[in-house]
Nanobody
Framework: QVQLMEIGGGSVQAGGSLRLSCVAS????????MGWFRQAPGKEREGVSC????????AYADSVKGRFTISLDNAKNTMYLQINSLQPEDTAMYYC??????????????????WGQGTQVTVSS
C-alpha cells in the first residue's frame, strides 16, 4: 500500500527557511517520479518542484527557482523540499505526490496518483 506523509510545515517570518519531508512507503523513491505541490486558499493546486531519481533530474516552477531545492534520500525513502527566503505568497498547504510506474518529470497534478495529506506553511511579513 502506497503512503506518503509530509512533515515539517509551520509558521515563519518572511525571509526564513523550512525543510519539508515526505516519507514514502509501499514503493521506492529511487524509481518513481515524485513532486511537491501547493495550494493556497482560493487558488488551484500548483506544481512547485519534481524529481526523478532514475535519471537524476529535477524541475522547478519559475516562482520558486533559486529558493527551493528538492532532493531525495533513497536510503530513507524520503523526499525533501528545502525552502529558503520564504515570502508571504508562499503561504499554502504543501503536498507531496508520487507516480510509481510512470517515467519522467512533470509538474502537472494529473500525472500523480498518490498524494500525502498535506502540511501547512504560513509566512508572515
Amino acid at each position: 500500500q502506497v503512503q506518503l506523509m509530509e512533515i515539517g510545515g509551520g509558521s515563519v517570518q518572511a525571509g526564513g527557511s523550512l525543510r519539508l519531508s515526505c516519507v514514502a512507503s509501499g514503493f521506492s523513491t529511487s524509481s518513481a517520479p515524485m513532486g511537491w505541490f501547493r495550494q493556497a486558499p482560493g487558488k488551484e493546486r500548483e506544481g512547485v518542484s519534481c524529481i526523478y531519481a532514475h535519471n537524476d533530474m529535477t524541475a522547478y516552477a519559475d516562482s520558486v527557482k533559486g529558493r527551493f531545492t528538492i532532493s531525495l534520500d533513497n536510503a530513507k525513502n524520503t523526499m525533501y523540499l528545502q525552502i529558503n527566503s520564504l515570502q508571504p505568497e508562499d503561504t499554502a498547504m504543501y503536498y507531496c505526490a508520487a507516480a510509481p510506474g510512470r517515467v519522467g518529470l512533470s509538474l502537472s497534478n494529473y500525472e500523480y496518483v498518490y498524494w500525502g495529506q498535506g502540511t501547512q506553511v504560513t509566512v508572515s511579513s
